[in-house]
């Protein structure tokens, strides 16, 4: 089965027999994917074009949570924490199979934190109004060790447990781009904006592009081109203007992922105090538990960031003084870093962790809209007020959004997560028919875990995978959960790849040796 719309030949087809759009979106994160869907969801012709991978960059990375941000609320920011719990119900009505109700506790330790942190969440609850994922409770010392086996019990007086939301940020990444494609709009991996085109009045009015995998350029027409790359914002605002201010102040954020024996319950555990002031967080994710997440402050960005020693430790040792069970570099499967775009501060403070979270949208003399800031959450949101906006200075006619009901493709409700297959929703069915085809597909990729080639050859055929990392990183989370493993899976993926998109040998010892370089900063030395 095969989706044509889906296919990468179609979608460069209709770039070319369309002569002007509506909405140029650059950039395949949670800010432009957002975005397309909003303007597509007012019936705007839009084309997003990424230059990597949908999620390549900061939105794979995220801790994968769809959350209010207690911290937000400690700090006073009560508009912000109202706007994302809105938006984290309106996620979980639809993208129910990405996005689930995850029980969180924080463990007190002190008699003070129990109705501490018992009416901070009580307010939490209340910000959430009808979107609310649950009530807040606060309960006694054995409770709490009985939900969390591997807790440290000395000094524990008891612990408060609150909802938040819990997501798969890469998989939703994809199935946005799915949902615009399906909505009329074209949504493009590997198109490399190189430039921006401008009116004789110095107005941007489009974008020269080039396909990375067969050099063909394309001049792309738009009446109203987004910038929404993340981290990169910086270099797009330099093509419309070179003097261009650095918008952005970068701030890198790791995680790392253990062994399930670590957390072994439903819960995750909340940390509200650090030594760096962050909260952090140990959250049951894929049958694995992840561990963070930092802040440190980073003066150059890349597709690829390295944890920093420093990062590691500080998540080792934290996570210690709560676990029963210490982990230990070893017993790290992976680990990733991120970095965040966030809106440099027009004061002087330094401290990321004080450097709103909250998105800007911002017009430049040439009409070029920038989105930055922000946060998975309330992606739809940063949406939402960038067509706005774009409305706003005239590029667009006023159009209603109807994002806020947009169901996401292949939404189902799901309950049952015990089989990893339940993140494909609707599609769970389609790719059990791939068996039909082929019968060896059912077989696993890597003996131990629990991954199938037919989700690879999926991959390819209908979620716009393109390479080894299309699929391990971000289509079948693997090198995320467990990063040898993902390198033992490499060659089978590079063939049954090759297969699907007619590539020769030499291709694929590319490929391997490409995504090699790239699995080593996921692994702990």
């Avoid at 969390?148 to 000094?155: A, E, L, N, P, Q």
């Avoid at 009446?223 to 419309?240: C, E, S, Y």
């Avoid at 999926?458 to 467990?482: G, P, Y």
Wanted: with cysteine.
């Amino acid at each position: 089965m095969k989706h044509q719309e889906f296919k990468r030949s179609k979608l460069i087809e209709k770039i070319k027999d369309t002569s002007t759009w509506d909405v140029i979106v650059i950039g395949g994160g949670a800010s432009g994917l957002g975005v397309a869907l909003d303007a597509l969801s007012r019936g705007f012709k839009t084309i997003l074009l990424e230059q990597v991978d949908f999620a390549k960059g900061t939105s794979s990375k995220a801790t994968k949570l769809v959350h209010g941000g207690v911290r937000y609320l400690a700090q006073g920011d009560i508009s912000l924490v109202k706007e994302a719990l809105h938006e984290r119900g309106l996620l979980q009505k639809n993208a129910p199979h990405l996005v689930k109700n995850q029980s969180f506790i924080i463990p007190n330790y002190s008699w003070f934190d129990g109705p501490f942190y018992t009416i901070g969440m009580k307010i939490y609850d209340l910000l959430a109004g009808k979107l609310s994922l649950g009530k807040s409770i606060h309960i006694n010392k054995e409770d709490t060790l009985q939900r969390i086996s591997t807790v440290r019990s000395k000094g524990l007086y008891g612990g408060v447990v609150y909802q938040d939301g819990q997501f798969d940020d890469a998989r939703l990444a994809v199935n946005i781009a799915q949902t615009c494609i399906q909505m009329g709009g074209v949504a493009l991996n590997y198109i490399k904006v190189s430039n921006l085109t401008k009116d004789t009045n110095g107005q941007v009015n489009g974008v020269i592009a080039h396909d990375t995998e067969t050099g063909e350029v394309f001049t792309i027409q738009g009446k109203a081109i987004i910038n929404a790359t993340g981290i990169f914002v910086d270099d797009i605002l330099k093509m419309d203007k070179p003097e261009a201010k650095q918008m952005v102040r970068p701030s890198q954020g790791v995680h790392l992922v253990f062994d399930k024996s670590f957390l072994p319950g439903d819960d995750a555990i909340m940390i509200p105090k650090t030594d760096d002031g962050r909260v952090l967080f140990l959250v049951p994710w894929h049958n694995r538990v992840i561990a963070g997440t930092t802040d440190t402050p980073i003066d150059e960005h890349s597709l690829e960031p390295v944890a920093l020693e420093q990062e590691v430790d500080f998540i080792l040792k934290t996570a210690g003084r709560y676990l029963t069970k210490q982990p230990t570099r070893e017993d790290a499967l992976a680990v990733f870093a991120g970095v965040r775009p966030l809106a440099a501060p027009t004061g002087n403070s330094n401290k990321t962790k004080e450097i709103s979270r909250s998105h800007k949208v911002i017009v430049s003399d040439s009409k070029l809209l920038t989105l930055t800031g922000g946060k998975w959450t309330t992606f739809r949101k940063m949406g939402q007020d960038t067509i706005d906006k774009a409305i706003k200075i005239g590029c667009l006619p006023q159009k209603e959004s109807t994002s806020s009901t947009q169901k996401i493709y292949s939404a189902m409700p799901t309950t049952d997560r015990s089989d990893h297959m339940y993140i494909y929703g609707t599609d769970q069915q389609a790719i059990y028919a791939l068996l039909q085809e082929n019968p060896e597909w059912g077989n696993k990729l890597v003996q131990n875990l629990e991954f199938i080639k037919a989700e690879v050859i999926w991959a390819a055929r209908n979620e716009l995978a393109r390479t080894i990392e299309d699929v391990l990183s971000r289509r079948v989370r693997m090198l995320f959960l467990d990063a040898k493993a993902a390198l033992t899976a490499a060659p089978e993926v590079a063939r049954l790849l090759a297969l699907e998109l007619n590539k020769d040998q030499e291709w694929q010892k590319y490929q391997i040796e490409n995504f090699q370089k790239i699995a080593k900063n996921y692994i702990l030395k």
